[in-house]
């Protein structure tokens, strides 16, 4: 379960994402175009430290990104080539802001997603007012009755893809929505009637 609390954040989500995508290659923008985030969807960190959400974004010319993003409250060492942004959230203070990619914590919770046919996270209120209306959802194609904890990994992008070498296996994270997709089992992000592979498990 994941705890959302009503905050203000500077800067915020979708402004951090406009800065910080333009420098990325897959995603074909430019610096100064706007992002639209049109879904969203959260895994739980079972330790409760790490804040792990997936954004998909559109971009003014009608492609889909996808960008996953974990919040930390201290630098992840190791990850300064895949900080996003330092952010400042009204509740929990200073937040250092990563590409998913490149953090442990995510690669873990995406492999159990896939690999057990596991599913987002249900958001709950901090005041304890109840759960929160989710934007978008996720399911897993797989079956396993469990996943190896994922400790270590090391991203490597080529065009549209990037392949998350793992201490148990490759995952590949497709950053353009839309694009063909590896064999192997997957995640499927789903929002309104659309439906999209947006992470692989490779057979």
Do not use: N
């Not at 009503?6 to 800067?11: G, Q, S, V």
């Not at 330790?47 to 559109?58: K, W």
């Not at 971009?59 to 330092?86: F, I, K, M, N």
Request: aromatic letters at 4%; glycine letters at 10%.
């Amino acid at each position: 379960m994941a705890v959302i609390h009503r905050a203000e954040l500077r800067p915020s989500k979708a402004e951090a994402l406009a800065v910080w995508l333009p420098a990325q290659p897959w995603s074909g923008l430019t610096a100064g175009m706007p992002v639209d985030i049109v879904t969203r969807f959260r895994f739980d960190d079972p330790e409760g430290e790490v804040g792990v959400e997936v954004i998909i974004v559109r971009t003014p010319d009608g492609r889909l990104l996808h960008t996953p993003l974990t919040y930390r409250g201290a630098p992840l060492d190791g990850a300064g080539g895949s900080l996003v942004c330092e952010m400042h959230h009204s509740v929990l203070g200073h937040r250092w802001v990563y590409d998913a990619v490149a953090d442990p914590v995510y690669a873990d919770v995406l492999r159990r997603a896939i690999a057990t046919g596991g599913h987002e996270a249900e958001l709950e209120r901090a005041d304890g007012s109840g759960r929160l209306d989710k934007e978008g959802t996720a399911a897993g194609s797989g079956s396993a009755p469990d996943s190896p904890t994922v400790t270590a990994v090391e991203p490597r992008t080529d065009g549209a893809e990037t392949t998350v070498r793992t201490d148990h296996g490759d995952l590949v994270v497709l950053r353009v929505v839309g694009l063909p997709v590896p064999a192997g089992e997957t995640l499927t992000a789903s929002w309104g009637d659309h439906h999209a592979v947006v992470a692989v498990l490779p057979a």
